[in-house]
């Protein structure tokens, strides 16, 4: 396991390099594993490489009717550090792959945004303000899912003062709702 995951590394490293651009759509097509084919996928994805959207869709087409390895399909563009990755995770919440009321999914596309650092502390506040609704809508789905999905806010005390400040109106929002579970209020990390 330990040689795939040096491959990936190497991977990513010359996928920076012009002239390496289209090695990972390579690797991707000649993958005979799953790892070495996520790797891929993982490069083309965070570089926004030539070849991404053909090989999602071709990941998609091969494997959209197995939840586990699908998992990993929507962890990866939901890591993505691209500004674009936002609006994807919108769309791929649409998809008739991803069910809301199936823990494991709901952890593979929204917690993968939750623990992606650029996206979720954006300056917008848009990444905070949309965990924070799907922390609302799924607690009343799965408490336990909302709960660890709340932890996105753990580095509370540490924001810089403009995303603390929309970080504490969304917690408290979540807290103060009589609709809040036991599970999620219990993950109240305002306290200073």
Same mark, same amino acid.
């Given at each position: 396991?330990?040689?795939?995951?040096?491959?990936?590394?190497?991977?990513?490293?010359?996928?920076?390099?012009?002239?390496?651009?289209?090695?990972?759509?390579?690797?991707?097509?000649?993958?005979?594993?799953?790892?070495?084919?996520?790797?891929?996928?993982?490069?083309?994805?965070?570089?926004?490489?030539?070849?991404?959207?053909?090989?999602?869709?071709?990941?998609?087409?091969?494997?959209?009717?197995?939840?586990?390895?699908?998992?990993?399909?929507?962890?990866?563009?939901?890591?993505?550090?691209?500004?674009?990755?936002?609006?994807?995770?919108?769309?791929?919440?649409?998809?008739?792959?991803? $069910?809301?009321?199936? /823990?494991?999914?709901? *952890?593979? !596309?929204? %917690?993968? #945004?939750?623990?992606?650092?650029?996206?979720?502390?954006?300056?917008?506040?848009?990444?905070?303000?949309?965990?924070?609704?799907?922390?609302?809508?799924? $607690?009343?789905?799965? /408490?336990?899912?909302? *709960?660890? !999905?709340? %932890?996105? #806010?753990?580095?509370?005390?540490?924001?810089?003062?403009?995303?603390?400040?929309?970080?504490?109106?969304?917690?408290?929002?979540?807290?103060?709702?009589?609709?809040?579970?036991?599970?999620?209020?219990?993950?109240?990390?305002?306290?200073?």
């Amino acid at each position: 396991m330990g040689e795939r995951k040096l491959r990936g590394f190497a991977l990513a490293c010359l996928s920076t390099v012009e002239e390496h651009k289209e090695l990972a759509r390579e690797c991707f097509k000649y993958a005979t594993n799953m790892t070495d084919m996520m790797n891929s996928l993982s490069v083309m994805v965070n570089e926004n490489l030539p070849g991404c959207q053909e090989s999602l869709k071709e990941f998609y087409d091969k494997f959209k009717d197995q939840t586990l390895v699908m998992q990993k399909w929507l962890s990866v563009q939901a890591s993505s550090c691209d500004d674009t990755t936002f609006d994807k995770v919108q769309e791929l919440m649409k998809d008739e792959v991803f $069910d809301m009321n199936v /823990p494991n999914l709901v *952890s593979a !596309l929204i %917690g993968s #945004f939750a623990r992606n650092k650029v996206q979720f502390n954006h300056e917008s506040g848009r990444g905070m303000k949309f965990i924070a609704e799907m922390i609302r809508k799924v $607690d009343a789905i799965n /408490p336990q899912s909302a *709960s660890r !999905l709340a %932890g996105a #806010f753990n580095d509370y005390r540490k924001m810089p003062a403009d995303l603390k400040e929309i970080a504490k109106a969304e917690l408290t929002a979540i807290v103060e709702s009589d609709k809040t579970s036991k599970n999620v209020y219990e993950k109240d990390i305002r306290r200073e």
